[in-house]
C-alpha cells in the first residue's frame, strides 16, 4: 500500500512538477469543463475502493472523490475511478491524469516535500501490523523471531519490518514480492509465516483468502500510517476544495447532520449548523462553489461517521472498530476546523 520515494522518482517529481505548477493552476475549472471528476484509486482494495458485481465503485477512498463531486456538480456519480498500482500513482496525478488521488497513501515528509503534492487531510489514520493463522498459536508480533513474512517489495511497509524487527533485536526473512496480489497469494499457499501491511488493509485481504477465520490480525501496529488525498502543488483553490470536503463531512458527523435529517437540518437555528449547510454566510463561494457546498456532500454521500461505518466498520464485512478514527470528542483524531 505505501512505495518507497526514491531519489531517481524525486528528481523527475522536481522537474516534472515545476511546469505543472504552472499549466495546472485552475484544476476546478478543468473538472467543471470536462464535466467528470478523474479519481486515482486502488485497483481494488474492499473497503477503501472496489467495484462491486455492478461495476460500481464503493469504499471510504471512493466516498471522498464522490464527496468532491457531489459539492461541484451535486451529482456523487460524476466521477471517473483510475485504478492506480502503488508504482503508478505518483506519475498518475504529476501528469494531469487524475485530478486527486485518495489511494490508501501514507502521507509522509518526503512524499510532502519532493513530489510535488500537497497532502489535504487525514482520511484514515492507519498503521502496519501482522496477519497469521490460527494454528500457529502466535499472539504477538514480538513471537515472530525467525518467522518468514510476506511483504510487497519497494515499500514504507518493507521499510518499518526492518526497523521492528532491528528494534526489538529479531531475525526474519523477507519473502518479497513487487504486487499486492502476488504478496497475499504466496501467504495463503504457506510460502510465509506472516503478512504484513497496513492494518486495515489486513483486513481487506483477510476476506479474500478460503478460509478467513482461520487468520487473525496481531495487536501490535508498528508505525504510523496517515493516509490521506493528495493534490498537485500549485493550486492552492483546489487544495482547498478537497481538504475542505473532508472537514465539512466530520463537521456534520460532529453536528449529528446525516445523510437522513440534513433536509431537516435546513431549518436549524444552530449557528453552526446553519454555516455548514448554506443558510448562512456565503463560504461556498471562496472554494468556486455554490453556498450549498456541504448541504450537497452530505445529502449525497453523508458525514464522515456514516461513510467509515458502511465501508469499513462494524456494519461492513471488514468490522473495522473506530478507534483512532473516531472524533476527537469521543477519544479519536478526526478533527475538523470549524466553518465560519
Not at 3 to 20: C, L
Not at 49 to 75: H, S, W
Not at 105 to 113: I, L, V
Not at 269 to 287: A, D, M, S, V, Y
Request: hydrophobic share 40%; aromatic share 10%; charged share 20%.
Amino acid at each position: 500500500m505505501s512505495i518507497v520515494v526514491r531519489t531517481a522518482i524525486a528528481a523527475v517529481a522536481f522537474v516534472t512538477t515545476a511546469g505543472f505548477a504552472s499549466a495546472q493552476t485552475n484544476t476546478l475549472a478543468q473538472v467543471k469543463a470536462r464535466g467528470i471528476l478523474n479519481c486515482g484509486t486502488s485497483p481494488g482494495l474492499a473497503g477503501f475502493a472496489m467495484p462491486d458485481a455492478q461495476g460500481v465503485y464503493k469504499g471510504i477512498d471512493v466516498d471522498l472523490c464522490r464527496a468532491v463531486a457531489a459539492a461541484i456538480f451535486n451529482d456523487p456519480m460524476k466521477v471517473k475511478f483510475i485504478p492506480l498500482s502503488s508504482k503508478d500513482r505518483f506519475t498518475a496525478l504529476q501528469s494531469g491524469e487524475v485530478d486527486v488521488l485518495p489511494r490508501t497513501t501514507t502521507w509522509t515528509m518526503s512524499r510532502d516535500t519532493s513530489l510535488g503534492f500537497n497532502f489535504a487531510a487525514v482520511n484514515y489514520y492507519d498503521g502496519q501490523g501482522f496477519m497469521v493463522r490460527k494454528k500457529l498459536g502466535i499472539d504477538s508480533a514480538l513471537k515472530l523471531a525467525g518467522a518468514s513474512i510476506c511483504v510487497a517489495q519497494g515499500t514504507t511497509t518493507e521499510l518499518n519490518l526492518a526497523d521492528y524487527f532491528r528494534a526489538n533485536n529479531m531475525k526474519y526473512e523477507v519473502v518479497a514480492f513487487s504486487v499486492g496480489d502476488e504478496t497475499i497469494k504466496a501467504y495463503e499457499a504457506g510460502r510465509c509465516d506472516a503478512f504484513t501491511t497496513d492494518s486495515s488493509g489486513l483486513y481487506a485481504e483477510r476476506l479474500k483468502l478460503q478460509d478467513p477465520a482461520e487468520h487473525i490480525v496481531l495487536p501490535e501496529i508498528i508505525s504510523k500510517e496517515p493516509l490521506a488525498p493528495a493534490v498537485r502543488h500549485g493550486d492552492d483553490n483546489w487544495f482547498d476544495l478537497v481538504k475542505w470536503t473532508h472537514f465539512a463531512m466530520v463537521n456534520a458527523e460532529e453536528l449529528g447532520v446525516t445523510k437522513a435529517n440534513v433536509d431537516t437540518m435546513l431549518k436549524s437555528e444552530n449557528p453552526e449548523i446553519k454555516r455548514l449547510l448554506g443558510t448562512e454566510g456565503k463560504f461556498g463561494e471562496p472554494l468556486g462553489l455554490t453556498n450549498d457546498w456541504a448541504y450537497r456532500i452530505v445529502k449525497h454521500v453523508g458525514n464522515y461517521g456514516e461513510a467509515f461505518e458502511r465501508n469499513v466498520g462494524t456494519g461492513s464485512p471488514l468490522k473495522i472498530a473506530r478507534g483512532q478514527n473516531a472524533l476527537w470528542t469521543k477519544g479519536g483524531l478526526q478533527y475538523a476546523p470549524p466553518i465560519r
